[in-house]
């Protein structure tokens, strides 16, 4: 009954901004982490930002210091503030969590698509 629902996606110009927000549902007792993954054409998943609960943020070397990751527990929610946008962050972003509901186990959401062009 666990879902991970992206939103904030969109077109943007390069130099850009753009949020992303992620929401829990479910029966959720623990939060383990929550972060976000993106996916670009021809390119394999990658890390963008993931969040050990209690812990900082870790980012991809790609994103560092134009990326924020925040996470909300009581909320179930995850967010990307991207800033400084480049052409190379195109692709489709997916939430991401580790968390226990009927078991411990990761959930994907089903992705919001970043386009970042002139």
């Known amino acids: 009954q666990v879902q991970l629902v992206e939103s904030g996606g969109g077109l943007v110009q390069p130099g850009g901004s753009l949020r992303l927000s992620c929401a829990a549902s479910?029966?959720?007792?623990?939060?383990?982490?929550m972060g976000w993954y993106r996916q670009a054409p021809g390119k394999q998943r990658e890390s963008v930002a993931l969040i050990i609960s209690g812990g900082r943020p870790n980012y991809a070397d790609s994103v560092k210091g134009r990326f924020t990751a925040t996470a909300d527990n009581a909320k179930k929610a995850v967010y990307l503030q991207m800033n400084s946008l480049k052409a190379e962050d195109t692709a489709v972003y997916y939430c991401?969590?580790?968390?226990?509901?009927?078991?411990?186990?990761?959930?994907w959401g089903q992705g919001t698509q970043v386009t970042v062009s002139s």
């Open positions: 479910g029966t959720i007792s623990s939060i383990y982490a």
């Open positions: 991401y969590a580790d968390l226990m509901a009927w078991r411990r186990a990761n959930y």
